[in-house]
């Protein structure tokens, strides 16, 4: 009775005691705290990884950067919070994160369900297989009884078991936490395939020490449209997050490069498109909370769309991506970005 | 507090804090409040974060198709099948790996323990260098150290190495033996068995009357064997060996039919066993030796064989020393197979808790239910272990 009584009282003292929690803007929050919390992968050459010296690079990577020198005017000022297929919307949705770039696929469930907000595309990819050439394999239909090795967490997962349902064929699937070990099964021969999005592939196969006795299979399974996401229920911070996005796109349809984009910044030039993304007509900088130079400052850092892509994976990188569908729109492309206006 | 407090008549407030029975009850009130306010903070701030971003708390996912394959399946399970039957696969993948650790684990527990106490100076120190290494290297390394190993030097499938002349083929992809199909005739080897079974049981109560009433001692595991083991053998071939085998076969990339224990569940299953086995080794040399010397030199003096005394006398006092932290080394397998996500073993962190968790984005749910499926396991055993030391307890006359 006395345990009781003790107990009742206590709870009556914790109840009075506790408050509501408030959420705050994530913009106000990443301005405040000086440094834009960026969640990306453990390490997919090209899309984000940190090179020998330590520092961050990638595709992924630089769209970071390009956030935190429109937001914070300065591409360092970026904490990357590496995660697994696995944890990367627990990361982001528990707040320690602000932004998600790592290589994920925007899928309804995840928009919706997930309660993410996509920003929209900065890659255009989908599900591929990679065999050893040994194999003599050339078509994912000949993959009947394979053991195959997957990354947990991802919607390949899904994508694979479809596709074998669809083909009446079976395999294994080898379920693996993170790239790196995927690599080691898939090396060691635990597996017969691996299978992710192309581009990871690509990724996966330029760190082999011969990437040349390795095929990537011409079928695409799947649509995997990779892009950005933020928590949803924050619009200001989706809106400012989405026009950084927006606005590398467009930039080099414009033709604003790393190179030039001071220039332009310096005075007003003929084309009002050109001048609207260089500060030097209207305010669009204000209309997300930010100033007037905030695309000038995404830019000068790592340059337009087109730029990061042949920086990090385009045809002269060791991944050797072309640009297929992440042309632009005006090169056969289905890059298009929304006018800045 | 004021002087008008002190003097007589203190007031409720003084006496809450000053007066020695009133202040142990107000010591205990704070503390259970802050407790309580923590967890309510906890909880409430879970709550509030959850509806900010407009997610409820629900299972009723439960019930969609999972829409992912696992390869480690003992029940019928594919990718039309519901949630919470990925979660049974994965369930029963985790019981499958925790008894198989618990039975490996407990027959090289004890096997070590004695070697250790053997007088053989060769056996005792490599035992004991054994136990040591095994002891003080994490659970996880050990894992990822068994399956590199058994992915990287075994063959792959098409170089497979075969032993038993087809029974066994060993690959990194897993082991393969025969898988054995029954028969209808075999219904009676299997009533064969129970009733072997129910044999030993009675006559291990006969023998027992017949010990205490003449003296006389029945060899009572020799027929214990026969019973159980040699009588359904026969019954066997009366019925015309109701029992064909499926032999794996080489198809493709992989081998097809027959059975097959995969390198992830050999891997874990391994370096779980092996791991408590040097825990339980201590132990079980801890209960022998915690025994006097005396009772065996006392036995002898009775004339008691030393089998017997080892079974009768030693092992029966030991095992009272034994069970209780043996029970804890039974739950740490049963938890610890739970770092079977490192190396991909499909069980329930990998199932419910891993994939389900990923694709429908229910946290919440999805570590309640794995938290609460090993809480149960761990009730369980713990419950079994209690029932069995209590058993096993000194019977004080």
Redesign the interface.
Known sequence: M?LFK??A???A???A??S??A?AGTLEDVKARGELNCVVTTGVAGFGAPDDSGRWTGFDVDFCRATAAAVLGDPNKVKFVPTT??TR??VL???EGDILYRNTTITM??DV???LTFLGVNYYDGQGFMVPKALGVTSAKQ?????ICIQ??TTT??N???Y??ANNMS???????TNE?GQT?YL???C?VYTTDASGLASTRSTFEHPGAHVILPEIISKEPLGPAV???DDEWADVTRWVLNVLIAAEELGITQGNIKGHAGSAGKDPNVNRIAGTEGDFGSMIGLDKQWAVRAISAVGNYGEIFERNIGVNTSLGLARGLNAQWTNGGILYAPPVR | MTAATKSGNPSLFYRLFFDKELRSVTIQVITMALLLAFFFFIISNAITNLETIGKGYSFSFLWDASNYDINQTLIEYDSRSPHWRAALVGIINTLLVAVAGIILATIVGFLLGVLRLSSNWLINRVVYVYIEYVRNVPVLLHILLVHGIVVNTLPVPKYAMMAFDGALFLTNRGFYTPKPLFEPAMWAVFIAFIIGIGFTIWFKGYARKVQDETGKIYPILWISLAAIFLFPFIVYFIAGAPLTWEYPELKGFNFKGGLVLRPEFVALWLALSLYTAAFIAEIVRAGIQAISHGQTEAAYALGIKPGRTMQLVIIPQALRVIIPPLSSQYLNITKNSSLAIAIGYMDIVATIGGISLNQTGREMECMTIVLGIYLTFSLMISAFMNWYNKRMKLVER
């Open positions: 006395k003790t107990l009282v206590s709870a003292v914790a109840l005691s506790t509501g929690v959420n297929g696995k919307f627990t949705n528990s707040g469930s995840r369900d997930l309660k993959l009947d009884g394979a053991s947990t967490g997962e899904l694979l078991a479809d074998f349902r395999y294994e699937p080898v379920t693996i936490e070990e099964n060691a021969g635990r017969d928590r949803q229920g």
